[in-house]
Each structure stands twice: as C-alpha cells, then as structure tokens.
C-alpha cells in the first residue's frame, strides 16, 4: 500500500517545526501494518536520532490508556459502580457542591470540576514556607495535592455541562489506589501492562529513583522541554507540572510508553469490543466507547474522546464510531471502530521548548492522508 504522500506529510512537518521528529504506527486489522521513525529524538544537549523503539512521555493518554482502563478492571471486579458517587471513596470531597459527582461524570469530563489548577505552585511554596525538605515529588506531596482538590468548588452543576478537566482524573487515580490497596503504577503495571508483555510502558516514580539514587535510561526516550522552573532538561521524568509534584505518577499524566506498546493494548482493547471474552467484558468496553448522551453536545465517552462535528484533530475521514484522544506532549491515538484501523503519533513536539502548537494544524491532515491511502 502507497504511504508516499503519508512520509511526504511527516518530512514537511520536520522542515516546518512541527516536531523534531516522531514515530507513526498505523494498523487496519491483520490485513496492514505500518510503523516508521521521523526525524530526531533530541536537537539538545546534541542531536541524536529518532527510532521506532522510542519511549515517549504520552501526557494526557494516560487518562484513556491506563486511568480508564484499571478503571474498567475495577467496574468488572464489581468493586465499584459508574453511578458510584465519588464521596463515597473520598468522603471529604462532598463540600462546595461536589456531593452528586459520580466516577462517570468525572471518566465523561462533566463533573463540573474546573479544568486545572497550578497545584505544584502549592506544593512548592509549601517546602519553602514549611521547611519541608525534599517535599515536591513525595507521596506527601501527593495526599496534599488530594486534600486541595477536595476543597476545590464547582464550576458548574454534575451533569450539566462538558469541560475537560485533569483534576477529574488525577482524583479518579485515588480512586483506583484506594479501592485496589496499591499504587496507581503498580496496579497498572501488575494487571495491564505486564500481562499484554507491554516493557516498555510505565510511569517514572521520582520518589524511587531519588530513594535509590537511580537514573533513566535516556537512551531510549525522547526528552521534552527545558523547563524554566526545574531549570533542566526533562528526560525521563514527567513534563506535566502536577504529575511532576506528585512524584510522577498520577491519574491524569505521568505515563510512558513506545508505539508498539500502545498497539498491544489498543489490539487488546479492540478485540474485547469485537468479542466477547478477554480482559474487559464487551459489554462495558462499549459502554466505556458510547458517547455520553447527559450532556448536549459533549463528544465524550468515558475516559476516551469522539470526533468533533468539525474541526477534529482526526481529521474528515475516520467515521463516527470512533475513539480517540491527545497528549500535550505531541502524542495521540485514534481507533475508527468502523474500518478496524488505528494510528498512533508520538512526537516531543515540547522539545526543547512548550510553545510550539504547530501540531494541531497538522494532526487532521496526517489523519486524512492516511484514511485515503488506506481506501
């Protein structure tokens, strides 16, 4: 199958900027596979090229990747419920109008929490007012964040409106940890990752390399931004600020992984929503995938996204039945249930600096290139 013009597109976004390089993967069942290195890993401290085994700082897949999927393990264990009220595991989150939010409305971006908050600037000026040394990136560090985000007030009635929100999901981690008696990146990696022989897949625990004294291997990841306030470059360690505070593993950021790994899981996932049996029942990996109907106008599922009427980074061809979402980092999935097709882009198009939004002109192009070359 001709992918000229597909390389042509990812030749001209690394002469444009849009990202130093990347890694595309794209699957239509058994019958077409794809997988390609772009460009450069690193333009700093030198320039070093970009390979298909790279390990990328996916950001916000987390959330769809590892976040909705123990919660769906969770749904299927029976130790919770989508109409659960998250009260009910957070007692303390109840106040300022938070009582009615349930863990569906949170996995849908309608619980009516706000979108983001800086809390790494609480954290930090918490270790410097309190003399609390080594506080950032501590699970202490963490439970503090928690404990703001209890007392955070909505911005809208649960159910009403959609707005995408990371404090959902970094409240949807505890969640998991309180409920499965481990860790978020332990669960994941116990009952996920490791089972689908993903190795390359995980989050960085900051507090287990500064307690070991351990580095990354940064020869296999691509780094990120030189970030203004830690003041390096970040290289295996988490580029969102709160994932970062938080010691590197929370709901809503913090995981890593490689374009093949993100493959076993989608075939993993898309084979439970074709059959029954697997990992995940198909009757609530469909209930996960259909869109949430509460809200008018929302184009959310639970924990994964739909395209847009217009405007979507998928582009004009992948159909309505399909899933998908994106990562700050310059990463993304999108699984048209349809045609049986997925793609995966992972860039750092952060590297070295954040302020490069180039990519979302050419997402929905790359998209369309690669629906028509496929037929």
Same mark, same amino acid.
């Given at each position: 199958m001709a992918f000229e013009l597909v390389e042509e597109a990812m030749q001209e976004a690394l002469a444009e900027g849009v990202f130093p390089g990347a890694v595309l993967l794209v699957r239509q069942g058994d019958a077409f596979f794809y997988l390609r290195a772009f460009g450069s890993r690193s333009l700093v401290p030198q320039v070093a090229p970009m390979r298909e085994d790279t390990i990328f700082d996916v950001a916000s897949l987390t959330k769809p990747l590892a976040t909705s999927v123990a919660m769906m393990l969770l749904v299927k264990e029976g130790k919770i419920r989508l109409d659960d009220r998250v009260a009910r595991f957070v007692p303390n989150f109840s106040v300022h109008g938070k009582a009615q939010v349930t863990l569906r409305q949170l996995l849908a971006h309608c619980s009516g929490l706000p979108a983001w908050k800086p809390y790494y600037k609480e954290v930090l000026a918490e270790e410097r007012r309190g003399g609390r040394v080594n @506080?950032?990136?501590?699970?202490?560090?963490?439970? $503090?964040?928690?404990?703001? +985000? #209890? /007392? #955070? /007030?909505? #911005?809208? %009635?649960?159910?009403?409106?959609? *707005?995408?929100?990371?404090?959902? @999901? +970094?409240? *949807?981690?505890?969640? +998991?940890?309180?409920?499965?008696?481990?860790?978020?990146?332990? $669960?994941?990696?116990?009952? +996920? @990752?490791?089972?689908?022989?993903?190795?390359?897949?995980? @989050?960085?625990?900051?507090?287990?390399?500064?307690?070991? /004294?351990?580095?990354?291997?940064? %020869?296999?990841i691509a780094p990120t931004e030189e970030c203004p306030w830690r003041q390096k470059l970040l290289w295996g360690e988490v580029h969102d600020d709160n994932a970062y505070a938080m010691g590197g593993v929370a709901g809503h950021a913090g995981l890593f992984s490689s374009a093949r790994d993100i493959d076993t899981l989608l075939c993993c996932l898309e084979d439970c929503y074709y059959r029954v049996g697997g990992m995940i029942p198909q009757r609530l990996i469909r209930e996960f995938w259909t869109k949430d109907p509460t809200v008018p106008g929302s184009t959310w599922c639970l924990g994964w996204d739909t395209p847009s009427p217009q405007g979507s980074s998928a582009g004009r061809h992948f159909s309505a039945e399909s899933v998908g979402h994106l990562g700050f980092t310059g990463c993304s999935v999108w699984i048209d249930l349809a045609e049986r097709c997925h793609v995966v882009l992972l860039s750092n198009r952060v590297h070295p600096r954040r302020d490069n939004d180039k990519i979302r002109e050419f997402r929905p192009r790359l998209h369309d290139l690669i629906r028509e070359a496929l037929g």
């Open positions: @506080f950032l990136g501590t699970s202490a560090a963490k439970a $503090f964040v928690y404990q703001f +985000i #209890e /007392r #955070e /007030r909505a #911005e809208a %009635e649960p159910g009403t409106r959609t *707005l995408y929100s990371d404090i959902g @999901f +970094i409240l *949807l981690g505890a969640v +998991i940890e309180q409920l499965s008696g481990m860790s978020l990146d332990r $669960f994941c990696q116990e009952r +996920i @990752f490791r089972p689908l022989g993903m190795r390359s897949t995980g @989050f960085v625990d900051l507090g287990l390399l500064r307690a070991r /004294r351990l580095e990354p291997i940064t %020869e296999m």
